[in-house]
């Protein structure tokens, strides 16, 4: 059900193009680079499943991409491919992930996100930076707090994103 919630919210998008700058077109480049949140045991402070963090860190990066017109989605690592191109560029963060105990067993997942907006891939410093936070609601297991969490972020970034 989630990997269907991911490929949807990145169907969304289906307007933002594949660059062709990647074939050396300087001129096809988009008008927003979305940047998606890294996503690890080591940035989350938690073993989960890769599956997890793919699925979380897609979703969370399709939820920015479907506020923007002519836009792609790229993972952390192609950013210098872009350096070239003239865009805006939206980075997303892991800010913290916090599994608390709840009644019967049960966790609830806080995590924060923060989307930093930079005038372009050469830009040291952001513009604009804004934190959406998300909760799960009590659950059981130790990714279905984080998972629920992941969700909560990306409603909150499609109702609050500036």
Not at 16 to 28: H, I, M, R, W
Request: glycine share 6%; with cysteine.
């Amino acid at each position: 059900m989630r990997a269907i919630v991911c490929v949807l919210a990145l169907a969304a998008c289906a307007y933002c193009q594949v660059s062709n700058y990647l074939k050396g077109d300087a001129n096809n480049c988009p008008s927003v680079l979305v940047v998606k949140p890294a996503m690890d045991s080591e940035n989350i402070g938690r073993d989960l499943e890769p599956e997890d963090f793919q699925t979380s860190s897609s979703l969370i990066g399709g939820a920015i991409a479907q506020q923007y017109d002519n836009c792609t989605v790229i993972s952390v690592g192609d950013l210098p491919k872009y350096e070239k191109c003239n865009c805006f560029v939206m980075v997303a963060k892991v800010k913290s992930y916090v599994k608390e105990p709840a009644r019967m067993g049960q966790w609830v997942g806080n995590l924060t996100v923060e989307v930093l907006t930079f005038d372009s891939p050469r830009a040291n410093k952001p513009n604009q930076s804004q934190d959406f936070q998300g909760s799960s609601g009590r659950t059981w297991g130790s990714s279905g707090p984080f998972r629920d969490a992941s969700d909560a972020v990306a409603k909150d970034i499609r109702r609050h994103l500036k």
